[in-house]
């Protein structure tokens, strides 16, 4: 369906390790660097740990794709916990070495006189162990004793081993694996991707399937998609897929987010199923009606009438008492006021009275030189 509406060649978010659809985070070229460093080394153990689908085994996978044959033979062995205690059979296996049995003595047999045939020919051996948390001590006791096999000075076998977060614990706890411990010449614990490397991881393995741009992407379902799956790439794939899937069927060439959280929500409920059915509730009892007495309601009522008509009566007397209160602290203002007031008043009839002497004594010359004038 993927390939029929979207024109895609491949499962772009398909489950199992790809090394072509490798993707180089910032997380993987550190613990690439650290486990060339080792590689380096040409002895020891190199520890790669982290949670669950954070892409230790594509990591092992891409690995083991890079290598120079001529210069490195690689075993590559994913052990199950019912075969933990079978290391040198399974590397025996994944080396095609013929055995006269099918026990460890006969694997051993065939390892050893294999590498030093390799290291007489120039090349290293490296075996890579992924999901190395399903080995059991005896197991990894196994590693020390392949890892102790040298061709006079130099070491025959170099391991890597991609485990889960806890194998740190058992390296750490167990007191037997202090042998190995020493030889662990790098260590790596792998985190989940940044929110700024979720667009193009998605891009990058929708273009290894031949992605051309159809269906396009907001921007808020990289955002969300960080959020719901917390960047670790085992988490991203199957809600990708089912984005994909669901984008599809409804024939959108636009992904929003309002479809990937529909995804999440179906995931989510797939997910929760319920261990058993609960039992119904038990049925409550039926209240019985209250009685109410309807003096006891009129004397409620006149109580609240009482405090009402209070509190009336009390806001009367703040009122009252807050003017009283004002009055004191303007009454030396007021005083004050009247007092300039009569000042002014007295000097205004002061001024009257000087202007009314004033203006008779004007009349009073101006008839008197006209006096001579009506006389003659």
């Not at 167990?174 to 190995?180: N, R």
């Not at 790439?233 to 024939?251: C, D, H, K, S």
């Not at 003096?295 to 609240?304: D, F, N, P, V, Y």
């Amino acid at each position: 369906m993927l390939g029929d509406f979207y024109g895609l060649t491949a499962k772009p978010f398909q489950p199992a390790p790809d090394p072509a659809f490798y993707y180089a985070s910032a997380t993987h070229r550190k613990a690439l660097s650290y486990l060339e460093y080792g590689l380096a080394q040409g002895e020891g153990f190199a520890v790669i740990t982290g949670e669950r689908g954070t892409g230790k085994s594509v990591l092992a996978a891409h690995l083991a794709g890079t290598v120079d044959p001529k210069r490195l033979t690689v075993a590559q062995i994913v052990p199950s916990q019912r075969e933990t205690a079978q290391i040198a059979l399974l590397a025996a296996r994944s080396l095609g070495l013929d055995m006269a049995g099918d026990d460890e003595a006969a694997a051993f047999g065939v390892i050893e006189p294999f590498l030093h045939a390799e290291a007489q020919a120039g090349r290293c051996c490296l075996l890579i162990v992924d999901d190395a948390q399903n080995l059991s001590l005896a197991a990894l006791e196994e590693l020390q004793v392949l890892s102790d096999l040298r061709l006079g000075d130099d070491p025959l076998l170099q391991t890597l081993l991609f485990a889960e977060a806890e194998f740190r614990a058992t390296l750490q706890g167990q007191s037997v694996l202090e042998p190995l411990r020493q030889r662990v010449v790098a260590a790596l614990r792998l985190e989940p991707m940044e929110q700024s490397e979720i667009e193009p991881y998605l891009l990058h393995r929708l273009g290894k399937a031949g992605w051309q741009g159809n269906p396009r992407f907001d921007q808020r379902v990289f955002t969300e998609l960080f959020a719901a799956s917390g960047g670790v790439p085992g988490r991203i794939n199957p809600i990708a897929t089912r984005l994909l899937l669901l984008g599809a069927v409804e024939r959108r060439t636009r992904i929003d987010a309002a479809m990937l959280q529909a995804v999440v929500e179906d995931m989510a409920d797939e997910t929760a199923f319920p261990q058993a059915v609960p039992a119904s509730l038990p049925r409550a009892a039926p209240h019985p009606e209250p009685h109410i007495d309807p003096r006891l309601i009129e004397s409620l009522l006149a109580e609240r009438d009482a405090q009402i008509a209070e509190l009336q009566q009390a806001i009367v007397e703040l009122a009252t008492q807050r003017d009283q209160a004002a009055s004191e602290v303007l009454r030396p203002d007021i005083a004050a006021i009247q007092e300039r007031c009569a000042r002014t008043e007295a000097k205004l009839f002061e001024q009257e009275r000087t202007l009314r002497q004033t203006l008779t004594t004007l009349i009073e010359w101006i008839e008197a030189e006209n006096e001579p004038a009506r006389a003659a």
